[in-house]
Protein backbone atom coordinates (compact mmCIF):
# COMPACT_ATOMS: atom_id res chain seq x y z
CA UNK A 1 0.00 0.00 0.00
CA UNK A 2 3.19 2.66 -0.24
CA UNK A 3 4.67 3.36 -3.57
CA UNK A 4 7.92 0.79 -2.26
CA UNK A 5 7.53 -2.67 -2.98
CA UNK A 6 10.25 -5.53 -2.33
CA UNK A 7 10.12 -8.95 -3.34
CA UNK A 8 12.66 -11.58 -1.71
CA UNK A 9 12.98 -14.90 -3.29
CA UNK A 10 15.15 -17.99 -2.58
CA UNK A 11 16.18 -21.35 -4.21
CA UNK A 12 17.94 -24.11 -2.46
CA UNK A 13 17.86 -27.37 -4.28
CA UNK A 14 20.16 -30.44 -3.67
CA UNK A 15 20.74 -33.64 -6.39
CA UNK A 16 21.86 -36.84 -5.68
CA UNK A 17 22.53 -38.56 -9.24
CA UNK A 18 24.06 -41.39 -11.07
CA UNK A 19 25.07 -39.54 -14.23
CA UNK A 20 24.77 -41.80 -17.10
CA UNK A 21 26.82 -40.77 -20.58
CA UNK A 22 25.03 -42.86 -22.88
CA UNK A 23 26.46 -45.04 -25.42
CA UNK A 24 29.26 -44.25 -28.32
CA UNK A 25 29.05 -43.89 -31.70
CA UNK A 26 29.84 -46.14 -34.73
CA UNK A 27 29.20 -46.07 -38.81
CA UNK A 28 25.89 -47.14 -40.20
CA UNK A 29 27.98 -49.41 -42.83
CA UNK A 30 31.61 -49.86 -41.52
CA UNK A 31 32.79 -47.34 -44.04
CA UNK A 32 33.76 -44.62 -42.17
CA UNK A 33 30.48 -42.40 -43.31
CA UNK A 34 27.67 -41.21 -40.96
CA UNK A 35 28.24 -42.79 -37.12
CA UNK A 36 24.95 -43.17 -34.95
CA UNK A 37 24.45 -44.57 -31.48
CA UNK A 38 25.55 -48.10 -31.07
CA UNK A 39 22.34 -50.35 -30.87
CA UNK A 40 22.24 -51.19 -27.46
CA UNK A 41 19.43 -51.58 -24.58
CA UNK A 42 18.02 -48.36 -23.21
CA UNK A 43 18.64 -49.54 -20.02
CA UNK A 44 22.45 -50.51 -20.49
CA UNK A 45 24.76 -48.24 -18.22
CA UNK A 46 28.04 -48.69 -19.03
CA UNK A 47 29.18 -46.98 -15.64
CA UNK A 48 30.81 -47.45 -12.70
CA UNK A 49 27.98 -47.58 -9.40
CA UNK A 50 30.00 -45.18 -7.45
CA UNK A 51 29.75 -42.56 -10.25
CA UNK A 52 28.17 -39.37 -8.71
CA UNK A 53 26.74 -35.93 -9.65
CA UNK A 54 25.91 -34.12 -7.00
CA UNK A 55 25.20 -30.67 -6.80
CA UNK A 56 24.09 -28.20 -4.50
CA UNK A 57 22.05 -25.04 -5.52
CA UNK A 58 21.50 -21.30 -3.42
CA UNK A 59 20.37 -18.58 -4.87
CA UNK A 60 18.81 -15.99 -3.16
CA UNK A 61 17.42 -12.44 -5.07
CA UNK A 62 16.06 -9.39 -3.88
CA UNK A 63 14.01 -6.54 -6.14
CA UNK A 64 12.97 -3.03 -4.60
CA UNK A 65 10.87 -1.11 -6.70
CA UNK A 66 10.24 2.66 -5.73
CA UNK A 67 7.68 4.26 -7.17
CA UNK A 68 8.94 7.91 -7.40
CA UNK A 69 6.13 9.68 -9.14
CA UNK A 70 3.00 8.87 -11.56
CA UNK A 71 5.49 8.25 -14.82
CA UNK A 72 8.64 7.70 -12.81
CA UNK A 73 9.80 4.18 -11.31
CA UNK A 74 13.08 3.23 -9.71
CA UNK A 75 13.83 -0.66 -9.64
CA UNK A 76 16.79 -2.15 -8.23
CA UNK A 77 17.51 -6.25 -8.62
CA UNK A 78 19.98 -7.85 -6.60
CA UNK A 79 20.74 -11.96 -6.57
CA UNK A 80 23.29 -13.73 -5.33
CA UNK A 81 23.93 -17.79 -5.96
CA UNK A 82 26.44 -20.55 -5.08
CA UNK A 83 26.56 -23.82 -6.81
CA UNK A 84 28.87 -26.77 -5.89
CA UNK A 85 29.25 -29.31 -7.95
CA UNK A 86 30.71 -32.92 -7.28
CA UNK A 87 31.03 -34.68 -10.52
CA UNK A 88 32.57 -38.05 -11.03
CA UNK A 89 31.12 -39.31 -14.70
CA UNK A 90 32.14 -42.51 -16.91
CA UNK A 91 31.72 -41.67 -20.88
CA UNK A 92 33.21 -44.23 -23.32
CA UNK A 93 35.82 -43.13 -25.56
CA UNK A 94 36.00 -44.19 -29.30
CA UNK A 95 34.62 -48.20 -30.42
CA UNK A 96 37.06 -50.12 -31.58
CA UNK A 97 36.34 -53.40 -33.27
CA UNK A 98 37.71 -56.95 -32.30
CA UNK A 99 40.11 -58.30 -34.89
CA UNK A 100 40.48 -55.01 -36.41
CA UNK A 101 38.20 -53.02 -38.91
CA UNK A 102 35.75 -49.99 -39.11
CA UNK A 103 33.17 -50.79 -35.97
CA UNK A 104 29.53 -50.30 -37.52
CA UNK A 105 26.00 -50.51 -36.66
CA UNK A 106 25.76 -54.16 -38.14
CA UNK A 107 28.39 -55.45 -35.82
CA UNK A 108 27.39 -57.65 -32.86
CA UNK A 109 28.03 -56.11 -29.49
CA UNK A 110 30.73 -58.51 -28.85
CA UNK A 111 32.91 -57.71 -31.30
CA UNK A 112 33.04 -54.18 -29.95
CA UNK A 113 35.23 -52.73 -26.87
CA UNK A 114 35.45 -49.00 -25.77
CA UNK A 115 37.79 -47.60 -22.92
CA UNK A 116 36.02 -46.05 -19.92
CA UNK A 117 37.34 -42.28 -19.38
CA UNK A 118 37.44 -41.24 -16.05
CA UNK A 119 36.12 -37.85 -15.53
CA UNK A 120 36.23 -36.67 -12.13
CA UNK A 121 35.97 -33.05 -11.18
CA UNK A 122 34.93 -30.56 -8.06
CA UNK A 123 33.08 -27.37 -9.17
CA UNK A 124 32.35 -24.27 -7.64
CA UNK A 125 30.54 -21.25 -8.84
CA UNK A 126 29.72 -17.91 -7.21
CA UNK A 127 27.92 -14.59 -8.97
CA UNK A 128 26.73 -11.62 -7.26
CA UNK A 129 25.00 -9.34 -9.65
CA UNK A 130 23.27 -5.93 -9.35
CA UNK A 131 20.72 -4.10 -11.95
CA UNK A 132 19.52 -0.69 -11.35
CA UNK A 133 16.77 0.67 -13.79
CA UNK A 134 15.09 4.26 -13.91
CA UNK A 135 11.83 3.59 -16.01
CA UNK A 136 10.47 6.93 -17.62
CA UNK A 137 6.87 7.92 -19.25
CA UNK A 138 7.26 11.27 -21.04
CA UNK A 139 4.39 12.35 -22.88
CA UNK A 140 4.92 14.84 -26.00
CA UNK A 141 0.98 15.61 -27.40
CA UNK A 142 0.29 12.39 -28.84
CA UNK A 143 3.55 10.68 -28.66
CA UNK A 144 4.65 8.83 -25.57
CA UNK A 145 7.88 7.52 -24.39
CA UNK A 146 8.70 4.97 -22.18
CA UNK A 147 12.53 4.70 -21.36
CA UNK A 148 14.50 2.41 -19.48
CA UNK A 149 18.11 3.71 -18.43
CA UNK A 150 19.63 0.99 -16.58
CA UNK A 151 22.95 -0.28 -15.22
CA UNK A 152 24.48 -3.95 -14.55
CA UNK A 153 27.34 -4.37 -12.68
CA UNK A 154 28.68 -8.44 -11.62
CA UNK A 155 31.23 -10.80 -10.32
CA UNK A 156 31.32 -14.62 -11.07
CA UNK A 157 34.11 -16.79 -9.65
CA UNK A 158 34.52 -20.39 -10.50
CA UNK A 159 36.85 -22.70 -9.01
CA UNK A 160 38.12 -26.17 -10.78
CA UNK A 161 39.74 -29.20 -8.63
CA UNK A 162 40.47 -31.84 -11.46
CA UNK A 163 41.74 -35.13 -10.25
CA UNK A 164 43.34 -37.82 -12.42
CA UNK A 165 43.17 -42.18 -12.31
CA UNK A 166 45.41 -44.77 -12.94
CA UNK A 167 44.83 -46.81 -14.44
CA UNK A 168 42.96 -44.96 -16.69
CA UNK A 169 40.85 -45.82 -20.11
CA UNK A 170 40.04 -49.26 -18.94
CA UNK A 171 38.51 -51.23 -21.85
CA UNK A 172 34.95 -52.86 -21.80
CA UNK A 173 33.25 -55.15 -24.18
CA UNK A 174 29.83 -53.29 -25.23
CA UNK A 175 27.59 -56.76 -24.86
CA UNK A 176 27.80 -56.26 -20.92
CA UNK A 177 28.67 -54.04 -18.59
CA UNK A 178 30.78 -54.86 -15.77
CA UNK A 179 30.14 -51.73 -13.69
CA UNK A 180 31.29 -52.52 -9.94
CA UNK A 181 32.97 -49.61 -8.27
CA UNK A 182 36.27 -47.46 -9.92
CA UNK A 183 39.71 -49.35 -9.67
CA UNK A 184 42.80 -48.19 -9.02
CA UNK A 185 44.24 -44.74 -7.43
CA UNK A 186 43.03 -40.93 -7.51
CA UNK A 187 45.15 -37.91 -7.49
CA UNK A 188 44.82 -33.91 -7.63
CA UNK A 189 45.93 -33.09 -10.93
CA UNK A 190 45.13 -29.38 -11.36
CA UNK A 191 43.50 -26.41 -9.46
CA UNK A 192 41.64 -23.31 -11.73
CA UNK A 193 40.21 -20.23 -10.50
CA UNK A 194 38.18 -18.07 -12.98
CA UNK A 195 36.70 -14.78 -12.25
CA UNK A 196 34.98 -12.79 -14.64
CA UNK A 197 33.42 -8.70 -13.87
CA UNK A 198 30.69 -7.26 -15.70
CA UNK A 199 29.54 -3.84 -16.49
CA UNK A 200 27.16 -2.38 -18.36
CA UNK A 201 24.89 0.48 -19.29
CA UNK A 202 21.99 0.90 -21.01
CA UNK A 203 18.98 2.78 -22.65
CA UNK A 204 15.65 1.89 -24.29
CA UNK A 205 12.59 4.00 -25.21
CA UNK A 206 9.42 2.43 -26.60
CA UNK A 207 8.13 5.35 -28.68
CA UNK A 208 4.09 5.36 -28.77
CA UNK A 209 3.78 7.43 -31.51
CA UNK A 210 -0.10 6.77 -32.27
CA UNK A 211 -2.63 4.14 -31.13
CA UNK A 212 -1.35 2.32 -34.09
CA UNK A 213 2.48 2.24 -34.36
CA UNK A 214 5.07 1.87 -32.00
CA UNK A 215 9.12 2.21 -32.55
CA UNK A 216 11.30 0.22 -30.04
CA UNK A 217 14.48 1.19 -29.98
CA UNK A 218 17.99 0.62 -27.24
CA UNK A 219 21.60 1.06 -27.48
CA UNK A 220 24.17 -1.30 -24.97
CA UNK A 221 27.63 -1.17 -23.88
CA UNK A 222 28.99 -4.23 -21.93
CA UNK A 223 32.63 -4.74 -20.53
CA UNK A 224 33.32 -7.90 -19.76
CA UNK A 225 37.16 -8.95 -17.63
CA UNK A 226 38.12 -12.49 -17.21
CA UNK A 227 40.92 -13.72 -15.58
CA UNK A 228 42.69 -17.67 -14.45
CA UNK A 229 45.12 -18.73 -12.86
CA UNK A 230 45.96 -22.90 -12.86
CA UNK A 231 48.22 -24.62 -10.72
CA UNK A 232 49.35 -28.10 -11.65
CA UNK A 233 50.62 -30.67 -9.44
CA UNK A 234 53.05 -33.29 -9.47
CA UNK A 235 51.39 -36.44 -9.79
CA UNK A 236 52.79 -40.00 -9.22
CA UNK A 237 53.68 -42.45 -11.19
CA UNK A 238 51.40 -44.15 -13.21
CA UNK A 239 49.54 -41.13 -13.70
CA UNK A 240 49.02 -39.07 -17.14
CA UNK A 241 50.32 -35.51 -16.82
CA UNK A 242 48.45 -32.59 -17.41
CA UNK A 243 49.40 -30.20 -20.24
CA UNK A 244 46.63 -27.70 -20.01
CA UNK A 245 47.93 -24.54 -21.43
CA UNK A 246 47.72 -21.18 -19.16
CA UNK A 247 45.05 -18.20 -20.82
CA UNK A 248 46.21 -15.00 -20.31
CA UNK A 249 43.83 -12.45 -18.98
CA UNK A 250 41.59 -11.26 -21.72
CA UNK A 251 39.26 -7.87 -21.26
CA UNK A 252 36.63 -7.56 -24.11
CA UNK A 253 34.08 -4.51 -24.52
CA UNK A 254 30.88 -4.49 -27.16
CA UNK A 255 28.36 -2.16 -27.99
CA UNK A 256 25.09 -3.60 -28.67
CA UNK A 257 21.86 -2.47 -30.47
CA UNK A 258 18.21 -3.66 -30.79
CA UNK A 259 15.55 -1.91 -32.44
CA UNK A 260 11.75 -2.68 -33.73
CA UNK A 261 8.80 -1.50 -35.47
CA UNK A 262 5.32 -2.32 -34.19
CA UNK A 263 1.62 -2.11 -36.32
CA UNK A 264 -1.03 -2.84 -34.89
CA UNK A 265 -4.09 -1.63 -37.16
CA UNK A 266 -6.85 -2.67 -34.36
CA UNK A 267 -7.56 -4.75 -31.23
CA UNK A 268 -6.48 -8.35 -32.64
CA UNK A 269 -3.86 -7.79 -35.25
CA UNK A 270 -0.52 -6.93 -34.39
CA UNK A 271 2.52 -7.32 -36.58
CA UNK A 272 6.15 -6.12 -36.13
CA UNK A 273 10.01 -5.87 -37.61
CA UNK A 274 13.15 -6.50 -35.21
CA UNK A 275 16.64 -5.97 -35.49
CA UNK A 276 19.30 -7.19 -33.03
CA UNK A 277 22.84 -7.73 -32.50
CA UNK A 278 24.83 -9.34 -29.78
CA UNK A 279 27.98 -10.67 -28.90
CA UNK A 280 29.86 -13.76 -26.77
CA UNK A 281 33.38 -13.59 -25.68
CA UNK A 282 35.74 -16.85 -26.08
CA UNK A 283 35.29 -17.05 -21.92
CA UNK A 284 31.15 -16.61 -21.65
CA UNK A 285 31.23 -19.26 -19.94
CA UNK A 286 33.95 -18.30 -17.29
CA UNK A 287 36.19 -20.90 -18.69
CA UNK A 288 39.09 -20.14 -20.82
CA UNK A 289 41.31 -21.63 -23.49
CA UNK A 290 44.77 -20.67 -24.12
CA UNK A 291 43.38 -21.10 -27.94
CA UNK A 292 41.11 -18.57 -27.35
CA UNK A 293 42.44 -16.20 -25.28
CA UNK A 294 43.35 -13.90 -27.23
CA UNK A 295 40.67 -13.84 -29.25
CA UNK A 296 37.61 -11.02 -29.83
CA UNK A 297 34.17 -11.37 -29.21
CA UNK A 298 31.99 -13.57 -32.03
CA UNK A 299 29.81 -10.84 -33.09
CA UNK A 300 25.84 -12.20 -33.93
CA UNK A 301 22.89 -10.30 -35.54
CA UNK A 302 19.59 -10.90 -35.80
CA UNK A 303 16.45 -10.41 -38.16
CA UNK A 304 12.70 -11.03 -37.63
CA UNK A 305 9.23 -10.36 -38.61
CA UNK A 306 6.60 -11.69 -37.54
CA UNK A 307 2.93 -11.40 -36.44
CA UNK A 308 0.41 -11.99 -34.19
CA UNK A 309 -3.62 -12.60 -34.35
CA UNK A 310 -6.21 -13.05 -31.53
CA UNK A 311 -9.57 -15.10 -32.74
CA UNK A 312 -12.38 -15.53 -30.34
CA UNK A 313 -12.66 -12.40 -28.81
CA UNK A 314 -8.91 -13.57 -27.50
CA UNK A 315 -9.57 -16.37 -25.98
CA UNK A 316 -7.78 -18.09 -29.59
CA UNK A 317 -3.94 -16.42 -30.42
CA UNK A 318 -2.32 -17.39 -33.63
CA UNK A 319 1.71 -16.63 -33.56
CA UNK A 320 3.68 -16.13 -36.32
CA UNK A 321 7.53 -15.42 -37.17
CA UNK A 322 10.40 -15.50 -39.68
CA UNK A 323 14.23 -15.48 -38.67
CA UNK A 324 17.74 -14.74 -39.61
CA UNK A 325 20.37 -15.15 -36.70
CA UNK A 326 23.47 -14.85 -38.40
CA UNK A 327 27.08 -15.35 -36.63
CA UNK A 328 29.18 -13.16 -38.72
CA UNK A 329 32.59 -13.77 -37.33
CA UNK A 330 32.64 -17.15 -35.86
CA UNK A 331 35.26 -18.78 -34.14
CA UNK A 332 37.34 -21.14 -37.03
CA UNK A 333 40.58 -23.20 -36.75
CA UNK A 334 43.06 -23.98 -39.20
CA UNK A 335 43.54 -26.99 -39.99
CA UNK A 336 47.58 -26.79 -40.37
CA UNK A 337 48.68 -24.26 -37.87
CA UNK A 338 45.67 -24.90 -34.94
CA UNK A 339 45.26 -21.07 -34.64
CA UNK A 340 41.76 -19.72 -34.03
CA UNK A 341 40.80 -17.01 -35.65
CA UNK A 342 37.59 -15.28 -36.73
CA UNK A 343 37.11 -15.87 -39.78
CA UNK A 344 33.57 -18.45 -40.01
CA UNK A 345 30.32 -17.23 -40.51
CA UNK A 346 27.21 -19.36 -39.58
CA UNK A 347 23.67 -18.88 -39.87
CA UNK A 348 20.23 -20.32 -38.54
CA UNK A 349 16.86 -18.62 -40.16
CA UNK A 350 13.75 -20.44 -40.65
CA UNK A 351 9.72 -19.94 -39.62
CA UNK A 352 7.75 -20.74 -36.76
CA UNK A 353 4.22 -20.88 -36.31
CA UNK A 354 1.92 -21.60 -33.19
CA UNK A 355 -1.70 -21.12 -31.71
CA UNK A 356 -2.73 -21.28 -28.00
CA UNK A 357 -5.34 -20.59 -26.38
CA UNK A 358 -9.55 -22.26 -26.08
CA UNK A 359 -11.94 -23.86 -28.62
CA UNK A 360 -14.55 -23.94 -26.14
CA UNK A 361 -14.61 -22.74 -22.19
CA UNK A 362 -13.64 -26.21 -21.55
CA UNK A 363 -11.01 -27.06 -24.36
CA UNK A 364 -7.94 -25.83 -24.57
CA UNK A 365 -4.83 -26.42 -26.99
CA UNK A 366 -1.67 -25.21 -27.59
CA UNK A 367 -0.01 -26.04 -30.83
CA UNK A 368 4.04 -24.91 -32.64
CA UNK A 369 5.63 -25.59 -35.78
CA UNK A 370 9.43 -24.47 -36.65
CA UNK A 371 11.67 -25.11 -39.31
CA UNK A 372 14.92 -24.37 -38.59
CA UNK A 373 17.68 -23.97 -42.01
CA UNK A 374 21.27 -24.11 -40.23
CA UNK A 375 24.41 -23.90 -42.23
CA UNK A 376 28.20 -23.15 -41.82
CA UNK A 377 28.75 -20.55 -44.42
CA UNK A 378 32.04 -19.84 -44.39
CA UNK A 379 34.90 -22.25 -42.07
CA UNK A 380 38.39 -23.15 -41.87
CA UNK A 381 37.52 -26.41 -39.62
CA UNK A 382 38.86 -29.47 -41.08
CA UNK A 383 37.85 -32.85 -39.27
CA UNK A 384 40.82 -34.83 -37.37
CA UNK A 385 40.61 -38.79 -36.70
CA UNK A 386 37.70 -40.68 -38.34
CA UNK A 387 36.52 -37.35 -40.30
CA UNK A 388 40.09 -36.63 -41.56
CA UNK A 389 40.14 -34.28 -44.54
CA UNK A 390 36.27 -33.28 -44.61
CA UNK A 391 35.65 -29.56 -44.48
CA UNK A 392 32.55 -28.15 -42.30
CA UNK A 393 31.86 -25.14 -45.22
CA UNK A 394 28.71 -25.89 -46.53
CA UNK A 395 27.28 -28.05 -43.45
CA UNK A 396 24.34 -28.37 -42.03
CA UNK A 397 24.92 -26.53 -38.82
CA UNK A 398 25.00 -29.18 -35.74
CA UNK A 399 21.63 -29.46 -33.52
CA UNK A 400 19.41 -27.76 -35.97
CA UNK A 401 16.60 -30.43 -36.72
CA UNK A 402 14.74 -28.92 -40.16
CA UNK A 403 11.07 -29.54 -38.65
CA UNK A 404 10.06 -29.33 -34.55
CA UNK A 405 6.26 -29.83 -33.98
CA UNK A 406 4.65 -29.82 -31.03
CA UNK A 407 0.71 -30.36 -29.90
CA UNK A 408 -1.10 -30.32 -26.72
CA UNK A 409 -4.50 -30.35 -26.10
CA UNK A 410 -6.82 -31.21 -22.57
CA UNK A 411 -10.29 -30.97 -21.99
CA UNK A 412 -12.11 -30.16 -18.79
CA UNK A 413 -15.51 -32.49 -17.88
CA UNK A 414 -17.42 -33.29 -14.88
CA UNK A 415 -16.37 -30.03 -13.52
CA UNK A 416 -13.35 -31.09 -11.11
CA UNK A 417 -11.88 -33.19 -13.87
CA UNK A 418 -9.27 -32.58 -17.25
CA UNK A 419 -7.82 -35.17 -19.72
CA UNK A 420 -5.56 -34.53 -22.26
CA UNK A 421 -2.31 -35.32 -24.63
CA UNK A 422 0.28 -34.60 -27.09
CA UNK A 423 3.10 -35.58 -28.95
CA UNK A 424 6.58 -33.41 -29.72
CA UNK A 425 8.29 -34.57 -32.92
CA UNK A 426 11.87 -33.74 -34.26
CA UNK A 427 13.46 -34.70 -37.17
CA UNK A 428 17.04 -35.87 -37.90
CA UNK A 429 19.90 -34.16 -35.82
CA UNK A 430 23.33 -34.08 -36.87
CA UNK A 431 26.09 -33.66 -34.09
CA UNK A 432 28.92 -31.99 -35.83
CA UNK A 433 29.69 -29.49 -38.48
CA UNK A 434 31.13 -31.89 -40.83
CA UNK A 435 27.88 -34.14 -41.22
CA UNK A 436 29.32 -36.96 -39.94
CA UNK A 437 27.33 -37.67 -36.89
CA UNK A 438 23.94 -37.76 -35.97
CA UNK A 439 20.61 -39.46 -34.46
CA UNK A 440 17.74 -40.01 -36.13
CA UNK A 441 14.10 -37.89 -35.44
CA UNK A 442 11.49 -38.78 -33.16
CA UNK A 443 8.05 -38.80 -32.25
CA UNK A 444 6.80 -38.95 -28.65
CA UNK A 445 3.31 -39.01 -27.08
CA UNK A 446 1.85 -38.08 -23.90
CA UNK A 447 -0.87 -37.50 -21.82
CA UNK A 448 -2.41 -36.37 -18.48
CA UNK A 449 -5.18 -36.52 -16.30
CA UNK A 450 -6.02 -34.10 -13.38
CA UNK A 451 -8.51 -34.09 -10.51
CA UNK A 452 -8.91 -30.11 -9.56
CA UNK A 453 -9.91 -28.65 -6.01
CA UNK A 454 -10.49 -24.93 -5.20
CA UNK A 455 -6.91 -25.74 -3.10
CA UNK A 456 -5.40 -28.89 -4.13
CA UNK A 457 -4.82 -30.34 -7.88
CA UNK A 458 -3.89 -34.17 -8.15
CA UNK A 459 -2.01 -34.22 -11.61
CA UNK A 460 -0.58 -37.70 -13.17
CA UNK A 461 1.58 -36.93 -16.68
CA UNK A 462 2.70 -39.92 -18.63
CA UNK A 463 5.07 -39.73 -20.85
CA UNK A 464 6.56 -41.85 -24.07
CA UNK A 465 3.50 -43.80 -24.02
CA UNK A 466 5.25 -45.92 -26.75
CA UNK A 467 8.19 -46.46 -24.74
CA UNK A 468 9.74 -44.93 -28.09
CA UNK A 469 13.64 -45.28 -27.84
CA UNK A 470 15.23 -42.00 -28.95
CA UNK A 471 17.73 -39.42 -28.00
CA UNK A 472 17.22 -35.76 -26.97
CA UNK A 473 20.78 -35.16 -25.49
CA UNK A 474 23.47 -35.83 -28.05
CA UNK A 475 27.18 -34.68 -28.87
CA UNK A 476 29.75 -35.39 -31.58
CA UNK A 477 31.23 -39.01 -29.74
CA UNK A 478 27.94 -40.28 -27.67
CA UNK A 479 24.43 -40.18 -27.03
CA UNK A 480 21.97 -40.58 -23.92
CA UNK A 481 19.10 -42.74 -24.83
CA UNK A 482 15.95 -40.80 -23.21
CA UNK A 483 14.09 -42.44 -20.38
CA UNK A 484 11.26 -45.32 -21.32
CA UNK A 485 7.52 -44.99 -20.54
CA UNK A 486 7.26 -43.43 -17.35
CA UNK A 487 4.70 -41.89 -15.08
CA UNK A 488 4.60 -38.83 -12.98
CA UNK A 489 2.18 -37.55 -10.21
CA UNK A 490 2.12 -34.01 -9.12
CA UNK A 491 0.18 -32.50 -6.26
CA UNK A 492 -0.36 -28.44 -5.55
CA UNK A 493 -1.70 -26.80 -2.62
CA UNK A 494 -2.42 -23.32 -2.66
CA UNK A 495 -3.58 -21.29 0.72
Given at each position: ????E??LS?L ?9 Y????V ?16 N?FY?Y ?7 S ?7 V??K ?7 R?QT?L?A???D???T ?7 I????P ?5 L??L????Q?K ?7 SL??Q?D ?9 V ?12 D????DR ?15 V???R ?5 L?R ?26 G??R????A ?6 K???P?G???D?T?L?A??T?T???Y?G?L?Y???E ?7 SG??F?P?A ?8 T???A?E??RSL ?6 D?M ?12 V ?7 T ?12 V?V?G?E???V ?16 D ?6 R ?6 D?G?R ?13 V???STY??L ?8 LV???L ?10 V??Y?RY ?10 V ?6 Q ?11 S????V?VK????I????Y??
Amino acid sequence: GTPTEVTLSALFQRNNDLPDYGVPLVTTNGKGTVRKPVNTPSNRFYGYTDDQFDQSVNVISATVKHKISPTITLRNQTQLSAYTTDASPTPLSTVTRIGGGVPSLTDPLTLLNAPRQDKDRHLSDKSLFNQTDLITKISAGEVVHTVITGMEIGRDTYHEDRYAWSPSNVLINLDYSVNGTRQGKRALSRAVDTSADTLAVYINDQIDLNKQWKLVGGLRWDRYAVSTTIQKFTLPTGFAADTTALAAPQTNTMLSYRGGLIYQPDEVQSYYVSSGTSFNPSAETVTQSATTANVAPEKNRSLEIGAKLDLMEGNLSFNTALFHVEKTNARTTDAITGIVTLDGDVRVQGIEVGAVGRLTPLWQVLAGYTLLDGKVLRSRDVGTGVDLGIRAEGKTLQNTPRHSVSLWSTYSFLRDWEAGGGLVYSSLRTLNNFETAQVDGYTRYDATLAYKQKTVDIRLNLQNLTDAKYYETASGGRAVPVKGRSAIVTVTYRF
